[in-house]
């Protein structure tokens, strides 16, 4: 990376780290994405803030399911309402890090 592309004023100590890998933010994401749930499509009408949605979650949901498959992104099916379960790849196998949280 040429830090002079990247400008930054470090005033206590950070870790710069940007990705050049193929494949884009994904792989960063561990290929994982969530859905949004029909609960942002409906919090401005419902809380009265914004403009309302002019679509819903059940419109965008084929093509939540077409992208899932198209790209391969990993997940459980957790049957939670605000986290839509989709059509996932299984997890990733878990880090050694991971694991060492797990256990504890």
Known sequence: MK????????????????????????????????????????????YGYGIDWPIRYPDIAPWYSHVELFAGICGNRDGLEAMPDGEFLPPFEMNCVEKELKEK
């Open 3 to 46: 830090d002079n592309e990247h400008p930054y004023i470090q005033e206590k100590p950070f870790d710069w780290i940007r990705g050049y890998q193929v494949g884009g933010k994904s792989l960063m994401w561990a290929r994982e994405s969530q859905r949004w749930s029909n609960f942002e499509f409906t919090s401005p009408a419902k």
